[in-house]
């Protein structure tokens, strides 16, 4: 009886899980796996229509991309993101999250849908209202810093401004996302340890940083590998704000690639682009989990 | 001490007040240019609300322009999205969490590992697949990614795992087939997550650009975002007009998570449990 119960449940499970995988299998792992051997190949619009045509050309692809400026360029602008944007939104989010925790606030579920609301908008329709907040002339923002006696600046034409005015724009589009899971880390402190830190004299910056900060760590891994390898995958804001520019400041690693396989068609230099750009990541994510991991 | 108290809880209001305005100044901002009239935005001072509001922006933009298309469009693609990958991503959610099969747990690693594998990494031949399956330029090809998702069968399975034994083996005493249980005992159980999963894929599927840019070819067949970034490119004086557009792609789904906020909460802290 036992053994019938278990061969029935063996097959259901495999019949439960079987649509999933096939799609999983057919739609991602196979053109991931593809992708590896594509980018050894010279596969280009002629190879679209032939692809017999297509040669294998060895590292050839990832010789050519590291001897590239422009790829150098754009990992650059790229790592900019990373490193500025990166730790700016973690610190924005922590910033509101502790501001919608704390004890004495009225209507913190409306503020923190309030910081939550750009999340959920769609990216390319924001990032079109905030190419005119940023107009050098009739943009609200340049208006603004007029008004506290600051010059105008050319935001997205500006190759030393372009970046950073993404930057702020990705900000204010995600803080709100990583708000909600400090806010989730900041609920599971027990109160105790506030008690405890209090009886012992602790101010109250002596307890957010001996008793918070060390709370949240698991939380700041967890956000921080998010953030990085979200960001590292920039593509809709310069596509849509700047298309790369001013002298390609704002071109990124995944806007090259996206040029290269879908304008130009030479999909196995775009495919060496998205392998390296996936290999800079996991030592990325590597990288912060030894970081992080030597702190606690 | 009382007046240190009250003057923190008033710094603390201000501060939080200042930061809901500043982050809701490009939306308010975004709605009141789209009842501009032709130039009122490109003035200076900028105008923070229109002289006299028209719905001019939003006749042209059904008159001349095709958004009632892309509306349509980006709403077929998001459904059914939202429709396949429940279905999928159930279905192997539960059989993750509560039936025993051979491999099991091997599987489901891997498919958790895969989630370090960007996108972007699978695009390239993933579009000359559907190349040759003759889905390129096709609502579906938009629609394929979606259809099952590592991510939502992870979040149907941590929430299947509460799902009592008992509850499941008294139905297989009972002489119900493992499809009965699922579709009788186990959706009505797992209601709320699956809302999360709609709200979810609903959102994803509907604000998704990159890959709709590289599969879609036709403008008769382009999404709200697509759409919305080729006409950005050859309306670029008309702000009034690109604001109106931009508010008809914003408004369902801001309208979407007011009303199921908390199902989409719970979904965001579910993804950050698996850190």
């Known amino acids: 009886m036992r053994g019938v119960v278990e061969s029935r449940q063996n097959r259901a499970g495999w019949a439960f899980v079987a649509p999933a ?15 590896l051997f594509l980018s050894f190949t010279d596969f280009d619009i002629y190879a679209i229509g032939r692809p017999d045509t297509a040669r294998f050309m060895g590292l050839e692809n990832y ?10 360029q754009a990992l650059g602008n790229t790592f900019l993101f990373v490193i500025v944007g990166g730790p700016l939104s973690v610190l924005t989010s922590l910033v509101a999250a502790l501001l919608v925790s704390a004890k004495r606030v009225r209507y913190p579920g409306l503020f923190r849908s309030i910081f939550f609301m750009p999340v959920v908008t769609t990216l390319v329709a924001v990032a079109i209202v905030w190419r005119y907040l940023y107009h050098p002339q009739y943009g609200l923002l340049n208006w603004a810093l007029g008004a506290v006696g600051i010059h105008p600046v050319d935001w997205l034409g500006d190759p030393h401004w372009a ?8 900000v204010w589009k995600n803080f709100g996302y990583n708000m909600l899971i400090f806010i989730a880390g900041l609920q599971s402190i027990p109160e105790d340890l506030y008690e405890a830190a209090h009886l012992d004299g602790a101010g109250g910056w002596a307890r957010f940083r001996h008793v918070t900060l060390p709370s949240l760590a698991p939380t700041f891994l967890f956000v921080g590998v998010m953030t990085m390898l979200g960001n590292f995958q920039l593509f809709a804001e310069p596509y849509v704000m700047t298309q790369g520019g001013p002298l390609k400041a704002t071109t990124t690693v995944v806007l090259l690639m996206y040029e290269e396989g879908f304008r130009w068609w030479r999909m196995g230099m775009a ?16 990288i912060q989990m030894r970081l992080q991991g030597e702190r606690r | 001490m009382r007046r240190r108290a009250l003057l923190s809880t008033l710094v603390l209001h201000a501060a939080l007040v200042l930061g809901a305005l500043v982050t809701l100044t490009p939306l308010l901002w975004m709605v009141s240019a789209s009842f501009m009239s032709p130039g009122e935005s490109n003035s200076f001072p900028p105008r923070l609300l229109p002289r006299i509001p028209t719905l001019q922006n939003y006749v042209d933009l059904f008159t001349r322009l095709n958004l009632a298309r892309y509306l349509l469009n980006s709403t077929v693609v998001a459904v059914s999205a939202t429709l396949i990958s429940l279905v999928i991503n159930s279905m192997a959610g539960y059989a993750f969490a509560k039936l025993r099969f051979v491999g099991r747990e091997r599987v489901f690693h891997v498919l958790l590992a895969a989630l370090v ?12 697949l559907l190349k040759s399956m003759g889905l390129v330029n096709t609502m579906a090809g938009v629609v394929v990614p979606f259809m099952a998702g590592i991510f939502g069968i992870f979040m149907i399975r941590q929430y299947a795992m509460s799902i009592p034994d008992d509850l499941l083996d008294a ?19 797992i209601q709320p997550i699956l809302v999360t999963l709609a709200v979810f894929t609903f959102l994803s599927a509907w604000n998704d650009f990159m890959w709709p840019l590289i599969v879609l070819s036709d403008d008769a067949k382009y999404t709200l975002p697509v759409a919305l970034a080729s006409l950005s490119g050859e309306h670029v004086q008309d702000t009034g007009l690109m604001m109106a557009g931009s508010v008809l792609t914003v408004l369902p789904v801001v309208v979407l998570f007011i009303v199921l906020q908390r199902a989409y909460i719970r979904g965001v802290m579910m993804g950050s449990v698996k850190g």
């Open chain 2, 117 to 128: 594998i960007p996108g972007q990494v699978g695009m390239l031949p993933l579009f000359l």
């Open chain 1, 271 to 286: 495919a060496s682009l998205a392998f390296v750009l996936f290999v800079i990541m996991l030592l990325g994510t590597l």
């Open chain 1, 21 to 35: 995988l096939a799609l999983i299998g057919l739609f991602f792992f196979v053109p991931v796996l593809a992708g």
């Open chain 1, 63 to 72: 010789r050519q991309v590291l001897s590239n400026p422009l790829f150098w």
């Open chain 2, 171 to 189: 139905a297989r005493v009972d002489g119900a087939d493992e499809y009965r249980i699922f579709w009788n005992i186990v959706i009505p159980v």
């Open chain 1, 163 to 170: 970046m950073f005015a993404i930057i702020l724009m990705a």
